[in-house]
């Protein structure tokens, strides 16, 4: 465990779950797959990989496979002093759902399924859908899907897609014009005295934090609008504004921002104003002894469904 085959393993972990914040305009795009390859990662053709934690080495994705966000891949396994790596593996049509994992040595099998926080068992048939920690086999009833909306997608829906994903850069650029427009009001307090500078230099944090908010809010309602209780497919128009709505969140809302205010009324208003009310329901007592606070969403405005590949 202290070896260097271990150190490398760790270090390259924490790199991967670093990306994921300073790269997040990469993720759930597709530039996804080149960057994975680019990384050492064997990625089949037509894969859709969101927020993904691997070690590159050690994975490999089949064709048409759906890794969503939060997924964890390969990684390495601690008992004893030892540090174990083994080789994992997503099947060619299989779904890893969100925060899903798929550990050291073990496959999602072809057309397999492994659901919202859930490990992939150890071994699975192919077609086989699971739930759980442990994992649990459950029933999935075969939907067909048009292939062009999921799989196949024709020339024209590639490059559509790519057209939205390359206003990502726009938020970036958002950010970047904020942290220079917070300097050089900083630059002015300080010609005219320390003293003022250092006083007002969280009124000017925090006017930077709500500019990027109000921006990410008017986002989420430019692109995406109010939510409605409906199923899209993967190549369509309104899960591509829905990921650019979200990279304005974490690229602007989140680090000038959330990071933050959790926890306070700032927060359930940033909320709000996505459209998404909260409300205190009651009072816990902490882990820790101390009162805490327990907040139950309810949102008016159920979250984007993406349609589970169709198994052919």
């Known amino acids: 465990m202290r070896g260097r085959i271990a150190w490398q393993a760790w270090a390259a972990l924490r790199l991967m779950d670093s990306a994921r914040a300073h790269l997040f305009p990469l993720y759930a795009s597709l530039l996804t797959p ?80 492994v659901g919202v926080l859930s490990a992939t068992p150890k071994r699975a048939k192919t077609g086989s859908s699971y739930l759980g920690m442990p994992p649990m086999r459950l029933p999935r009833a075969v939907a067909d899907g048009d292939q062009s909306r999921t799989f196949a997608p024709p020339r024209r829906l590639v490059v559509a897609r790519a057209l939205v994903e390359l206003c990502r850069v726009v938020p970036v650029m958002c950010s970047v014009a904020l942290a220079v427009l917070v300097l050089a009001a900083f630059e002015l307090l ?102 805490g606070v327990a907040r139950r969403r309810r949102d008016r405005q159920p979250g984007v469904r993406r349609a589970d590949p169709p198994v052919p």
């Open 34 to 113: 080149v960057w994975l390859r680019a990384l050492g990662m064997r990625v089949g053709r037509g894969v859709e990989a969101s927020t993904v934690v691997a070690l590159p080495a050690m994975t490999t994705i089949g064709d048409g496979a759906f890794l969503a966000d939060d997924t964890m891949v390969a990684s390495y396994e601690l008992g004893g002093g030892w540090l174990r790596l083994a080789a994992a593996r997503v099947g060619k049509r299989a779904f890893l759902g969100n925060s899903g994992m798929t550990a050291a040595g073990r496959a999602v099998p072809k057309r397999g399924l």
């Open 190 to 291: 300080a010609t005219r005295g320390f003293w003022l500078a250092a006083l007002a230099s969280g009124a000017l944090l925090l006017a930077g934090g709500v500019a990027a908010g109000l921006l990410a809010v008017a986002a989420k309602w430019a692109l995406v609008g109010r939510f409605r209780a409906k199923e899209y497919p993967l190549w369509s128009g309104f899960v591509w504004r829905n990921e650019l709505a979200d990279t304005f969140v974490e690229v602007l809302a989140v680090p000038w921002l959330v990071g933050g205010v959790g926890g306070t009324p700032a927060m359930a208003a940033l909320a709000r104003r996505q459209g998404g009310p909260w409300r205190v329901v009651r009072v816990v007592l902490a882990a820790g002894g101390g009162p």
